[in-house]
């Protein structure tokens, strides 16, 4: 019984084939996804490059986008000269024939030549050009400066131009004077290579040790955004989250001020500010305004400010400090902070003074 394709059948698997490109194209912007807040920290829930809330994220994208519809237009012309020839040219019942062979021709060899030849070449143009405007190699006019070092496996942040380090939230301002301000990072890392990549922010940036490479960011919008180290530099590489939070103006003036304060000092926590002076935490922390000035480890001199811990991998209650406190290890293996062997009593005291640091 031969099987042969109708007109009817040859136009539903046309549509088909039209219905999955346009479900695949639509299923590509998820612009949705982008702006459904389900984080413990009110960043969205998916960081996706496609939702660009930043000048050089919004560039690459239209990059892509001019990349991806000439692949398209390939494509298209492509698989439909494919599909045309498999049903117009099929070999006819009992049609024993040999098709005609035709050897060279010049003018269809000089197109397939020079038509890929010409895309190719549009296509390095306007990446080079993106390329050359997203990398900066000093600091726009009127940027914040922000000195950003990688460490296994958290992020440290410096403040050059207030005076304060802080850890694993970035805080920048969505303008200054009204005006849209340009956020400029100095990436270095203090022991392996790392990747700084905040997909609606900005591009991955390698964070190379010995070495410094820069990262411009220029929000449009206010709101939280997470991103996360995009090269593999060891065991916990995949809790070394970001969460950057782009303020307006006036909250971000108030962040600055409460961060250049000095830690609190409260005496109804003295046991725990006590054992916290007495043990090894003071040789790796700092806490501003007493003796901790250790650099190894997170600044936490306003640690109740920050949404979470050990760079995201818990969100930062009184219970998750207290596990943390007691044994690292036990929410995330490897990191380079070691149980201190306290008692359960040590901790809970160190953990009530640790909550006073707001
Ligand atoms: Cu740091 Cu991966």
């Not at 820069?214 to 449009?220: A, G, V």
């Not at 830690?263 to 501003?288: E, K, P, S, Y």
């Not at 640690?303 to 007691?326: F, Q």
Request: charged share 20%; net charge negative; proline share 6%.
């Amino acid at each position: 019984m031969s099987r042969r394709i109708t007109p009817a059948s040859r136009r539903s698997l046309l549509r088909g084939i039209a219905i999955a490109m346009l479900a695949a194209i639509f299923l590509a912007v998820p612009e949705a996804w982008a702006t459904a807040p389900i984080c413990e920290n009110g960043a969205t829930a998916s960081p996706t490059m496609f939702a660009p809330r930043s000048v050089p994220a919004k560039m690459i994208l239209d990059l892509s986008w001019l990349v991806w519809g000439i692949c398209f237009g390939i494509f298209l012309i492509m698989e439909g000269l494919i599909i045309l020839c498999i049903f117009k040219y099929r070999r006819a019942k009992d049609d024993d024939t040999e098709a005609p062979q035709i050897y060279g021709s010049n003018p269809i060899e000089l197109a397939w030549t020079i038509v890929p030849t010409l895309i190719v070449f549009v296509l390095f143009l306007v990446s080079a050009r993106t390329i050359f405007e997203i990398e900066k190699t000093s600091a726009p006019e009127g940027s914040l400066e922000i000195t950003v070092i990688g460490h296994q496996w958290w992020w440290e942040f410096d403040y050059p131009e207030y005076g304060f380090v802080t850890a694993n939230e970035l805080h920048v301002p969505a303008t200054r004077d009204g005006k849209r301000v340009p956020i400029y990072l100095t990436l270095e890392s203090n022991d392996v290579i790392h990747s700084f990549w905040v997909p609606q922010l900005g591009g991955k940036t390698d964070v190379v040790p010995n070495h410094i490479n820069h990262l411009w960011l220029e929000p449009t919008m206010t709101g939280t955004y997470v991103g996360q180290c995009a090269e593999y530099c060891g065991t916990q590489h995949a809790n070394m989250l970001i969460t950057v939070v782009v303020h307006p103006e006036e909250e971000f003036e108030k962040w600055v001020a409460h961060q250049k304060t000095e830690a609190v000092d409260d005496d109804t926590v003295a046991v725990g500010r006590d054992l916290f002076q007495r043990t090894a935490c003071i040789n790796c922390h700092t806490i501003r305004g007493t003796v901790a000035n250790g650099t190894f480890a997170p600044d936490l001199t306003h640690l109740m400010s920050r949404s979470v811990i050990g760079s995201g991998v818990v969100s930062n209650t009184a219970d998750n400090l207290a596990i943390w406190v007691y044994d690292p290890q036990i929410l995330k293996p490897g990191c380079r902070m070691p149980s201190m062997k306290l008692t359960k009593k040590d901790v809970t005291e160190i953990v009530q003074y640790l909550l006073t640091l707001k």
